[in-house]
């Protein structure tokens, strides 16, 4: 463990920030907001107090919590509701610095690259803040400045969280059911991928490409010449953050035709594209003068798998469609379980989540917050749901807050059974890419090219009597001894049934040699199927026991 005065002051501030809020209800049984409710007010205070507490902390930790806001295998409801209020306003840092950043990056004055640079931010983040400024062909742009020296402070961060992560997996249980060296990982991936500009930059593009087609959706591009890992120069475009919609843009706007477009071009990113902008919040979405969508801040964006966005695109339509056992079997099938895992239990609690989902008015449905509840719920039964399924329900939770902005009468469960076609045929054309379908010719050719060599070697094999046929079963050895031992224990039972028998026969024999006043030779095969028969059922015993011994590691495994 390191001890510099840096990281002795870091371990203090987590160390207080773990005690402050270690609750029973965090890390162990999850409860519902209603069970919460039972208690005093100090889970409400508290959980309104964390994102307060994570700002306090430094970028890092808001970070975090921003990332912490999807995971609800990890906290409750509460909190996650909470977190997801967590914004980046903090307080900018100097022109100066900025000047400083942007020569240094750019290799050049800043004059001499732009005609004007506007030295207030329009916008400030825990990562860094945004300012307005024109190149010198008179295209307005946003240049995006990262904050100095926030890579060296994130790494001191990471390395003391890393510290503590693996303290507590090693003393705790908590720290072992939930895997916490893993889950900082993954977080320290995501973070260092966000401190990368020129990554933000080629999400602009690739993003901007997936949805061209959207003509009421924008997405700003890149100028390339004028962007580094710290320096981000893109389209300047004026709008007006959803939240602040003005009552009469209300009613010039096609606002459920918007809040579908928005919809249905979320849905193409998650179960098509494979690659979706994970933070919709309504500080990241404007609106045009001409009642166009703009969506900012690609520095944090989600990737599925093809597997996987098939998965997901089924489990939407379980829960749009009200198909609990639907959804809790893909649920099952993208998840990993572990010993404790109580599939009844769960299938119980889906059921009364899709329940309740479908008797919702269309003001209260919140698709993503089912898509949350269904990792919660798994967690609280003991399966661990992948973090795609999570980013997904944040995703879909912070759109349905954008889609009641824009239209509040819209129902994002309609919205998903009417693109789920065009969503399935879009997969289709997806699949049927130049390369695939010349792969799939070659392999074709071969086997082609191949069978009729194999058929006749098959007809010269039935023709002579030489086809044989190998069946190798899973797990063959331990089925043959198996079945070894049980044939071993029903012999000796036999045996030993057979020795009481003759000695209950030779009982009415008399002879000269007795034991305890008894024919000897009748009490010697008694006494031996008495001392057979305990043998025979303390080795089963012993046997059994070795056998759960040995079960109970692979099943933690699973």
């Excluded at 990737?303 to 009200?322: C, D, F, V, Y």
């Excluded at 795609?388 to 807050?401: A, I, V, Y």
Aim: aromatic share 6%; proline share 5%; hydrophobic share 40%.
């Amino acid at each position: 463990m390191k001890l510099s005065p840096n990281y002795l002051k870091r371990y203090t501030d987590i160390s207080t920030l773990l005690l402050k809020y270690r609750q029973p209800n965090l890390g162990s049984k999850f409860r519902t907001d209603n069970e919460l409710d039972g208690e005093d007010d100090k889970v409400a205070s508290k959980a309104k107090e964390l994102p307060e507490d994570l700002e306090r902390l430094g970028p890092t930790f808001v970070k975090l919590g921003q990332l912490l806001s999807s995971r609800a295998d990890l906290l409750p409801p509460i909190y996650l509701r909470s977190l997801a209020r967590l914004q980046d306003h903090v307080k900018p840092f100097g022109y100066a610095e900025v000047q400083t950043i942007v020569e240094a990056e750019l290799g050049a004055r800043i004059n001499k690259i732009f005609s004007s640079f506007d030295p207030e931010p329009i916008a400030a983040a825990s990562l860094g803040q945004v300012h307005r400024a024109a190149l010198h062909d008179g295209r307005p742009v946003a240049v995006k400045v990262q904050r100095p020296n926030i890579t060296k402070q994130i790494e001191e961060d990471f390395a003391a969280l890393s510290e503590m992560a693996q303290f507590l997996n090693r003393h705790t249980q908590f720290g072992q059911r939930y895997q916490l060296t893993k889950i900082l990982e993954e977080f320290e991936t995501t973070l260092a991928l966000e401190l990368d500009y020129r990554r933000e930059a080629t999400n602009l593009v690739r993003l901007g490409q997936n949805l061209k087609h959207f003509e009421r959706i924008l997405i700003p591009q890149p100028v390339d010449d004028y962007t580094t890992s710290k320096v981000l120069t893109m389209d300047y475009i004026e709008g007006t953050k959803i939240t602040e919609i003005s009552p009469l843009a209300h009613l010039e706007m096609e606002g459920p035709v918007l809040a579908e477009e928005l919809f249905r071009a979320y849905l193409q990113q998650v179960l098509v594209d494979g690659i979706f902008h994970a933070d919709p919040h309504p500080g990241n979405i404007l609106l045009t003068s001409d009642y166009r969508v703009v969506l900012l801040d690609l520095g944090m964006v989600g990737h599925t798998t093809p597997s996987m966005q098939e998965s997901l695109l089924k489990m939407l339509l379980a829960i749009s469609e009200g198909d609990s056992d639907t959804a809790a079997d893909i649920a099952i099938q993208i998840s990993n379980s572990s010993a404790a895992f109580e599939e009844t239990q769960f299938r119980q609690k889906i059921g009364h989540l899709v329940a309740e989902e479908q008797n919702s008015s269309i003001g209260e449905m919140d698709i993503g917050k089912s898509i949350l509840e269904v990792g919660r719920v798994a967690a609280d039964t003991g399966l661990y749901v992948p973090s795609e399924l999570s980013l997904l329900g944040k995703t879909l939770l912070q759109l349905d807050e954008v889609g009641r902005n824009l239209a509040p009468a819209f129902d994002p469960n309609e919205s998903i059974r009417r693109n789920a076609s065009s969503l399935l045929n879009q997969r289709l054309k997806s699949s049927l890419t130049e390369g695939k379908v010349f792969s799939t010719l070659l392999e074709a050719k071969q086997f082609l090219g191949a069978l009729p060599t194999r058929l006749n070697k098959i007809l010269d094999a039935v023709g002579n009597a030489e086809l044989n046929v190998n069946v190798r079963p899973a797990e063959t050895d331990f089925l043959v001894e198996s079945a070894r031992k049980v044939a071993n224990r029903i012999t000796t039972g036999l045996i030993l049934a057979a020795l009481i028998i003759g000695a209950a026969l030779l009982m009415r024999v008399p002879t000269q040699f007795q034991i305890f006043g008894y024919p000897g030779l009748a009490m010697v095969c008694f006494l031996t199927a008495g001392g057979g028969g305990l043998w025979l059922v303390l080795n089963i015993v012993w046997q059994d026991h070795k056998s759960k011994q040995r079960s109970r590691p692979s099943n933690r495994r699973g």
